[in-house]
């Protein structure tokens, strides 16, 4: 088992920044590739950044692309997800995911794959 948790969610005006936290703790945290996600209010959850089990490579959602950037700590059980030029539409709970792959882009096109999940942290972005 692999227990997730995010923190660092918040209120932030538009164009301002925020980093996310997700700390692991169970089974070998380097042994997974991670994700985040999030879901809008009436919209289903999607993918937003993956990074490797190694940190060495990264992969995002258009729309975020340029904007956001995914890291890892694996020292520190610890996945990050530094926002940048935030805006209103980047408003949502945002959730990490653990998945045992090799292939990171799985996370975008099989979602429903990854095996842990957290429960998320609240952003929202005003106007």
């Known amino acids: 088992q692999v227990q997730l948790v995010e923190s660092g969610g918040g209120l932030v005006q538009a164009g301002g920044s925020l980093r996310l936290s997700c700390a692991a703790s169970?089974?070998?945290?380097?042994?997974?590739?991670m994700g985040w996600f999030r879901q809008a209010p009436g919209k289903e959850r999607e993918f937003v950044a993956a990074?490797?089990?190694?940190?060495?490579?990264?992969y995002y959602a258009d729309s975020v692309k340029g904007r956001f950037a995914i890291s890892r700590d694996n020292a520190k059980n610890t996945v990050y997800l530094q926002m940048n030029s935030l805006k209103p539409e980047d408003t949502a709970v945002y959730y990490c995911a653990a998945r045992a792959t090799i292939n990171i882009r799985t996370m975008e096109s099989d979602p429903g794959g990854m095996d842990y999940w957290g429960k998320g942290t609240l952003v929202t972005v005003s106007s």
């Open positions: 990074i490797s089990w190694s940190g060495a490579n990264t």
């Open positions: 169970g089974r070998t945290f380097d042994s997974y590739a």
